[in-house]
């Protein structure tokens, strides 16, 4: 499933991020790697989202978040 398609408050975990290589690059500066858990935060399902990971929230737009593949983990 894709990032985008997630739930508010749930948390997954990145399998892969296929979008072209220089916003690869800037997202995996600022910390969302494969194999990161990320946090939905809100997901409004219209446009961007907001997200935390790594101790820092980001809008992520429509666009980046239908590129991020993830999974959803459980957290207890």
Do not use: P, W
């Not at 408050?9 to 500066?29: F, H, P």
């Not at 194999?35 to 961007?48: A, E, F, Q, R």
Request: aromatic share 4%.
């Amino acid at each position: 499933m894709t990032l985008k398609q997630g739930k508010n408050n749930q948390t997954y975990q990145v399998l892969s991020i296929d979008i072209e290589v220089k916003l690869e690059r800037r997202l995996e500066a600022l910390g969302l790697t494969q194999g990161t858990h990320i946090t939905i935060l809100n997901n409004d399902k219209k446009g961007s989202l907001t997200a935390k990971f790594r101790g820092t929230r980001f809008a992520l737009g429509k666009r980046i978040a239908d590129h991020i593949e993830v999974k959803e983990v459980s957290l207890s």
